[in-house]
């Protein structure tokens, strides 16, 4: 361990004190943070080609079954869909100011917006637990009791709701994770673990939450608004 | 030095705030204009502002435009190779109907 330490001190200190955030094998902290935000860049690639299967799948039946698509998705709610945006936007707004207040250290406008995001993150899941209970109210989630009424091709219409739950499940999972996250991003920050030279995980979890918005802003039309023509949007 | 890299990365509090108010107002436009009749248009004008909305957010509350260069290649290569799985697959759903196959 003391070896380890003067290993740090010899190396990459260019300038005044240590800083202890600083990982001896980088030359500075710009280059740390720019690892970081290369890795997780590089994660968020993984994340993107994993959605983006159940996108092609979307197209590719959507494609094969036009009748069916156009009955189902008219049984999601346009109205929420579009307030859930409006939420999910205003959490990346909050979330943004918060990786702007961790850059200028202000550690209480910090802990405010990530509370801000933790709670915007909570208003679209519980919208989104709302429009599940629709669907299971209405028998609309595919399997043994599946009905679609007023459907022209029930049977493919279960493969509207299967991509439905299968793409908004797994976004909602990335957000209950990033829920989680975020809890003790909180709690480190009241703690005031970071500072204004080093706010590295903030700044990588807002990639994440931003990514996690950008799906949804896929989601959005793909399952909501295509097939409208004609109907009342309130 | 150092200070000054760092401070380059902030970016300022009303771009954020333009962002945002975009983000919304084209939310409720692209709700409002799934209802108008635009024929086949509809799905890509859908498309087409989700899309412009995305950039949005990848470009200013994801920091791209003020990243490194190496950042903006990795972003570029990833969406090339989300758009090679979307169009190759989809080049050969579209086009299966067009040609007979003899036989059949």
């Known amino acids: 361990m003391a070896s380890h330490t003067s290993a740090i001190e010899g190396h990459g200190q260019h300038e005044g004190s240590h800083d202890p955030n600083l990982k001896h094998h980088f030359e500075n902290a710009e280059q740390q943070k720019e690892t970081a935000t290369l890795g997780m860049w590089a994660f968020l690639l993984t994340e993107l080609m994993f959605f983006g299967g159940l996108f092609l799948a979307y197209f590719v039946y959507r494609h094969w079954y036009p009748v069916a698509f156009i009955d189902a998705s008219n049984k999601t709610d346009v109205l929420v869909g579009a307030i859930n945006t409006t939420v999910l936007i205003c959490s990346s707004l909050t979330m943004a100011l918060g990786v702007h207040y961790a850059s200028k250290g202000n550690r209480k406008l910090l802990v405010m917006f990530l509370v801000l995001t933790l709670l915007l993150g909570g208003i679209f899941l519980g919208v989104k637990g709302y429009e599940y209970h629709d669907k299971w109210v209405h028998h609309e989630i595919p399997g043994e009791h599946f009905e679609c009424h007023g459907c022209r091709d029930a049977g493919h219409a279960s493969l509207f709701f299967s991509l439905y739950f299968g793409m908004t499940g797994l976004h909602a999972s990335h957000m209950i994770i990033g829920f989680g996250v975020l809890l003790v991003l909180i709690w480190q920050a009241w703690k005031g673990k970071f500072t204004a030279k080093w706010y590295t995980p903030i700044e990588i979890f807002g990639l994440y939450w931003h990514f996690v918005d950008i799906v949804w802003i896929f989601l959005f039309p793909l399952l909501y608004l295509i097939d409208r023509v004609g109907k009342p949007l309130l | ?104």
């Open chain 2, 1 to 104: 030095m150092q200070a000054h890299t760092e401070e380059h990365h902030i970016v300022p509090k009303r771009v954020y705030a333009l962002v945002f108010v975009t983000l919304i107002i084209l939310t409720w436009v692209t709700a409002w204009v799934s209802t108008v009749d635009l024929g086949r248009m509809n799905i890509y004008v859908a498309l087409s502002i989700a899309v412009f909305k995305a950039t949005l957010v990848v470009l200013f509350f994801m920091h791209v435009k003020y990243g490194s260069r190496l950042t903006k290649l990795i972003v570029c290569s990833g969406i090339l190779w989300l758009m090679l799985l979307l169009f190759i697959t989809m080049s050969d759903i579209w086009t299966r109907g067009w040609i007979g196959v003899p036989g059949r």
